[in-house]
């Protein structure tokens, strides 16, 4: 169970606590009058006697029914009645209603006769506890039922654009899904039921997502998502768009700060555009807690955000400009990630982490530049996690929503860093340095996606760590130094920065050009 203060009381939220509310007392209500029908009609009492009776019932029910209420709505909003157990599908659903009525009933029942009767209050018969509780659990499960029925069946109806975009709602469109987060993700898709299209330009190959290269349900389509013509094809019956697609990381967007801007900025004001145009309504957008820059305090969703390097920023005027096509039929959710860890189909070895773990195991040594900066972590299994969970939940959580994603628990220095992963590699020293490589420097709170979508990671760092020394020691990963595991050296060594600005040429994006994309990032806007 959650704690109360984590809950988002969203006027969504507050009707569906008022009618919860309604729907005890009048259970509660119902049970009472079928109580003194039945003493009414089987007892052979006097008029006299009957009037005793329903007096007797009605001050039972104005002493008992604000605790009855209080009780259930307090157990019902532990339970993620209101926040993320609405997510829950079929019978577990159901089993989560049944257990809070009950637990709501019981905790009742034991004030009532434990307290109530003790100090000679007005009390409810025994048989009618039973028979409320039965009324309740009936309403409660049938209000779900019927809010389920009208989102599957009736809103279709009602949004015709919304019926032809796909009855289903489980097609997805993945950009950038051969890619660290996207080959970790894939698998969570497929094998919950989606159907998966990838629009990925493969310039790791298709290596990285090898296990589910050959699904069924699993469509690839290689192209450059900066190209209007193929996004537009990538678009079509899907239901939900992830947009995965970028140049991560410092280095590698300062390699062409053009090919940076048109890939991380213009190409998802473009691809936002086609989503609004197709009626896509989910549309999920990868960003980054480098948009806050370097700051003393814990930060949040609703911080000041002054990103320091060009990817951070133009993630944040993407962020932007997303926000400014919002309207009640395009609201984007924004995951803002925790620098990640781990390995996935396409592991990175340019990651602090996953770096000075593979260092101290192959070289012996664990550098650390600075060592005081903070950073917010996040296994790379966890990141996908988060992006699944924002996929499958109710439209209303979600929607318009920014995210941070990780846990107060992993938020760490370099310097904590090197000496969690000294400890796990016998004979591995640690090295300070006094050069500052890096400048950014945060710590960051995650109670928002852990209130709103139920999220945890399931990763510690110590676990990331063991995994990463673990493949770096029996040989799954051979040369951390190879150019596939870093994004700077295989975009430039290996001559891919070549292959994305080849394809620049025809990309025939003019919604918003190199230009006006740097003015933007210039601009913090």
């Not at 048109?262 to 473009?270: F, G, P, R, Y």
């Not at 107060?408 to 000496?419: F, P, S, V, Y």
């Not at 852990?450 to 990671?457: A, I």
Request: aromatic share 8%.
């Amino acid at each position: 169970m959650a704690s109360l203060s984590e809950f988002k009381l969203s006027r969504a939220a507050l009707l569906r606590i008022a009618a919860d509310a309604v729907m005890v007392n009048t259970a509660l209500i119902l049970a009472l009058v079928f109580n003194f029908l039945f003493v009414t009609l089987t007892g052979g009492q006097s008029a006299q006697d009957n009037q005793k009776n329903f007096q007797e019932l009605a001050m039972g029910y104005v002493s008992t029914a604000p605790l009855l209420t209080a009780i259930c709505l307090t157990v019902f909003a532990l339970s993620g009645f209101y926040s993320y157990g609405r997510s829950y599908q079929g019978r577990y659903k159901a089993l989560v209603i049944l257990q809070a009525v009950a637990n709501s009933f019981l905790i009742f029942t034991l004030l009532i006769y434990l307290i109530w009767e003790r100090f000679g209050l007005p009390t409810i018969p025994r048989s009618s506890l039973l028979i409320a509780f039965l009324i309740t659990t009936a309403m409660c499960l049938a209000a779900r039922t019927w809010t389920f029925l009208w989102e599957k069946f009736v809103r279709p109806e009602k949004n015709p654009v919304a019926g032809l975009v796909g009855a289903e709602g489980k097609h997805v469109l993945v950009i950038g899904g051969a890619g660290y987060i996207g080959s970790a993700l894939l698998p969570k898709l497929l094998s919950s039921g989606y159907r998966v299209r990838v629009l990925d330009l493969f310039l790791y190959g298709k290596d990285p997502i090898r296990d589910v290269v050959n699904h069924p349900q699993l469509e690839l389509l290689e192209g450059d998502f900066r190209n209007v013509q193929k996004v537009v094809e990538a678009m079509r019956g899907v239901d939900s768009v992830i947009h995965l697609g970028a140049i991560v990381g410092d280095p590698a967007c300062d390699l062409d700060s053009n090919i940076t801007l048109t890939v991380n900025l213009s190409a998802t004001q473009m691809i936002a555009q086609v989503a609004k145009a197709t009626g896509i309504r989910r549309f999920i957008f990868a960003s980054t807690c480098s948009v806050y820059g370097a700051s003393d305090e814990i930060l949040d969703e609703r911080s000041e955000v002054e990103p320091i390097s060009l990817y951070g920023r133009t993630k944040l005027a993407a962020e932007k400009g997303l926000r400014k096509m919002v309207d009640e039929n395009f609201n984007p959710t924004i995951l803002r990630f925790g620098t990640i860890y781990g390995l996935s189909g396409r592991t990175r070895f340019d990651l602090v982490v996953n770096l000075l773990a593979a260092k101290a195991k192959v070289d012996g040594i664990i550098t650390v530049h600075g060592g005081n900066q903070w950073r917010p972590f996040v296994h790379v299994d966890d990141a996908a996690k988060a992006v699944f969970m924002a996929l499958k939940a109710p439209l209303e959580l979600a929607a318009g929503e920014i995210f941070n994603v990780g846990s107060e628990g992993q938020n760490k220095t370099i310097t904590q860093i090197g000496e969690m992963i000294r400890d796990q590699v016998v004979g591995a020293k640690l090295v300070a340095s006094d050069t500052i490589t890096d400048r950014r420097n945060y710590r960051v709170r995650f109670s928002h996606i852990k209130n709103t979508l139920g999220f945890e990671p399931s990763w510690s760092l110590e676990q990331g760590i063991h995994q990463v020394v673990e493949a770096v020691a029996n040989g799954t990963i051979s040369n951390y130094n190879d150019p596939q595991y870093s994004n700077v050296k295989y975009l430039s060594q290996a001559g891919a920065i070549e292959v994305i600005r080849s394809s620049d040429a025809d990309w025939g994006l003019d919604l918003i050009g190199a230009e006006s994309a740097a003015a933007l990032v210039d601009a913090k806007s």
